[in-house]
């Protein structure tokens, strides 16, 4: 008769016996993950670099506006426009961190994997969304809330500029959401983070071009209502129509004036519908990479 060969060994297994913090704790870590990956936090030295210089280019002009207001006594640069003189790096900031947001996941194909907890479809692209929005808007907040600091403090004649920095501030608010819905979509249809950074700087680049085309091309003709039509293909002046002088009143950032009366109505209905539009392409682009 053989001996017998199996052993049962005692590993220490158990059962968790902690607190459950349920799917929306889930959700809110997943962004606040996300976010602190944005800006390289957690990540090596390397990834550092890009997020915080671009941060301090978006610093020089309120620290520059700060010194001359010292000097010369009256405002530099306007709080409804910082974001469209600064759209460059914006538009860089939102190419070169877009996909780090997406691309690794999709790359390494985990998603499954944080699908079979609480978290959700829906949770999970939340929390990416969210996560590039609130780096976005820090992005833009923090040198709006220096300069009214500084100008607060110099003491400029005349009313601080309150209400334009208010303004200004929830235009950044929309910026941050709506850049952010266009740059984590279009970086989400490739796993590569190469290909997500050129398609998105593309992006913005095509949009920028063309409508600075044709509106000098409608101008050129005396057409200005369809010129005013031509700035709303680049999102940001956009965003600018449509929130800052179209709802709070501000002057437009653009060289030219923007569609009004009716026209105002119909750009923040196109500012609405390019979020859904973004926010839908996300939801199925993952729901695809999930089902495989």
């Not at 199996?6 to 590993?11: N, S």
């Not at 390289?40 to 990834?47: F, K, V, Y």
């Not at 209502?225 to 653009?254: K, R, S, Y």
Request: proline share 5%.
């Amino acid at each position: 008769m053989s001996e017998p060969t199996g052993v049962i060994h005692d590993i220490g297994y158990r059962h968790y016996e902690g607190v459950r913090l349920g799917r929306a704790h889930a959700a809110v870590s997943l962004a606040v993950h996300s976010l602190r990956g944005v800006f390289g936090l957690g990540r090596t030295a390397r990834s550092k670099i890009i997020p915080f210089l671009l941060a301090g280019v978006m610093m020089l002009p309120a620290v520059v506006s700060i010194a001359a207001m010292a000097l010369i006594k009256q405002e530099v640069i306007g709080y409804t426009a910082y974001a469209v003189t600064m759209q460059a790096v914006l538009a860089i900031f939102l190419a070169s961190q877009s996909p780090y947001a997406v691309a690794p996941d999709l790359r390494f194909r985990v998603l499954p994997l944080y699908l079979s907890r609480p978290v959700t479809l829906a949770d999970y692209v939340g929390a990416k969304l969210a996560a590039m929005a609130v780096a976005m808007f820090l992005l833009l907040a923090v040198p709006l809330t220096v300069l009214f600091v500084g100008e607060v403090v110099i003491d400029l004649p005349g009313p601080a500029h309150t209400t334009a920095y208010l303004t200004g501030m929830a235009g950044a608010v929309v910026y941050a959401v709506l850049l952010s819905c266009l740059g984590v979509a279009i970086a989400s249809f490739t796993p590569r983070r190469g290909l997500g950074v050129a398609s998105v700087i593309a992006f913005y680049l095509l949009t920028s071009a063309v409508s600075t085309v044709v509106a000098a091309t409608m101008e050129s003709v005396n057409n200005y209502t369809a010129a005013a039509w031509a700035w709303m293909i680049n999102p940001f002046f956009l965003v600018d129509a449509a929130v800052q002088v179209g709802i709070f009143g501000a002057a437009p950032a653009a060289p030219t004036t923007y569609p009004t009366g009716a026209g105002v109505a119909v750009t923040i209905l196109i500012l609405l519908g390019l979020i859904a539009l973004s926010v839908t392409a996300l939801i199925l682009r993952y729901r695809k990479a999930a089902a495989r």
